[in-house]
């Protein structure tokens, strides 16, 4: 199995190496979605395909109008998977559907939490070397990365979304100095006791920002934070939730860390 790729810095995982447990961790992926009935099946399909001791699925809909909370309730009577859904009725953003999907997780007692987006751009292969790193060296957060070595975006990705992709985390490293080369990835794996320890319950982000502020969180507790190569893909079914607003949140939010830092 490929080893992580990590940069040097305060913030990545080194070398040190643990003990790996007897029992396997209980994981549990938490997937927001909002009208991704199309891809909902195809993820659950491909984390049942992993065969991992343990692994559970925790869909947080926000009231889905396409049927993606009925889709998700129907996954546990067709897939070898433990399938279970956490429906709000407020659509109120990314952020605020992650901090409800991961507190259900830790009060349902996950080791691990991994965050994953619905629209299949994140590879569910990439899971077991991001357990691995969690297990054998002292990160206490891995990343899904698109800018380290080996990492890649999809070559049908519009240019103007590279562009946009790789200014804004050079934006975020300018301000908040994070040594993360991915720092807006949405494809994470923490353990319990990290994601305890940032406060999820005071997290300000609504938007894709809350990325970039559950980073700065864990670089400010002293976490340890590795990168693991993935290629990004773009999604092939459903519509980008990507809104101005969001994109203004995203801006604003690395100045508001810094402030708040300052």
Same mark, same amino acid.
């Given at each position: ?18 003990? @790996? ?5 209980? @994981?549990?992926? @938490? ?6 009935? %199309? ?115 999809? %070559? ?89 607003? @969001? ?16």
């Amino acid at each position: 199995m490929p080893r992580a790729r990590c940069a040097d810095g305060p913030c990545f995982a080194d070398n040190r190496r643990t003990p @790996v447990p007897d029992t396997p961790p209980r @994981v549990t992926v @938490v997937v927001p979605t909002y009208n991704e009935r %199309e891809n909902l099946p195809h993820l659950a399909a491909g984390l049942a395909g992993l065969e991992l001791p343990a692994l559970r699925l925790l869909v947080v809909d926000d009231g889905s109008p396409d049927g993606t909370g009925q889709v998700a309730e129907g996954l546990a009577d067709t897939l070898p998977l433990r399938v279970d859904v956490l429906h709000r009725t407020a659509k109120d953003g990314l952020g605020r559907a992650y901090v409800a999907g991961m507190l259900r997780a830790l009060d349902d007692g996950a080791d691990v939490v991994i965050q994953m987006d619905a629209d299949l751009s994140h590879p569910v292969s990439a899971v077991p070397e991001m357990l691995d790193v969690l297990a054998r060296t002292d990160a206490a957060v891995v990343l899904g990365s698109r800018y380290v070595a080996g990492g890649s975006v999809a %070559e049908d990705w519009a240019w103007h979304r590279k562009l946009l992709s790789r200014g804004a985390n050079r934006y975020v490293d300018t301000i908040l100095r994070l040594g993360v080369r991915d720092a807006t990835a949405g494809f994470k794996a923490w353990r319990a006791d990290a994601l305890r320890s940032v406060g999820l319950d005071t997290i300000e982000s609504n938007g894709y920002s809350f990325q970039v502020e559950m980073n700065h969180r864990a670089v400010r507790q002293g976490l340890r934070i590795a990168e693991v190569p993935i290629r990004f893909e773009e999604r092939t079914e459903g519509a980008s939730k990507m809104t101005l607003a @969001v994109q203004w949140e995203s801006a604003l939010m690395p100045w508001r860390l810094r402030c708040n830092r300052a």
